[in-house]
């Protein structure tokens, strides 16, 4: 069984960039499609990137497209999600999840198996 610890949230100004990362423990990290989810304060959970079991497909929700990079490095079991010109929309809890399964699009949040605990990100205007 993988589990999951986002880190490197934080409070940034609009226009600046995060990196977050989730880490992933157990040996099976290759077998799961990686995904990141946000739900901001009085919103529901959404979707916003997915990266294949093999690290070669992406998808991005359409509301970060260009603007946010999900990686992959198998070697370190870590999965990360690059965020650039961050405004304050992009405020919101970020979860790391795991599919076991070789999703490489939107993924629904019911379909995920693992889910991390969240990093907080917020954005300043």
């Known amino acids: 069984q993988v589990q999951l610890v986002e880190s490197g949230g934080g409070l940034v100004q609009a226009g600046g960039s995060l990196r977050l990362s989730c880490a992933a423990s157990?040996?099976?990290?290759?077998?799961?499609?990686m995904a990141w989810f946000r739900q901001a304060p009085g919103k529901k959970r959404e979707w916003v990137t997915t990266?294949?079991?093999?690290?070669?497909?992406?998808a991005y929700a359409d509301s970060v497209k260009g603007r946010f990079t999900i990686s992959r490095d198998s070697a370190k079991n870590t999965v990360y999600l690059q965020m650039d010109s961050l405004n304050p929309d992009d405020t919101a809890v970020y979860y790391c999840a795991a599919a076991a399964q070789s999703y490489s699009g939107k993924i629904p949040d019911s379909l995920m198996d693992i889910w991390g605990r969240g990093t907080q990100v917020t954005v300043s205007s």
């Open positions: 990266i294949s079991r093999n690290g070669i497909a992406t």
């Open positions: 157990g040996r099976t990290f290759s077998n799961y499609a």
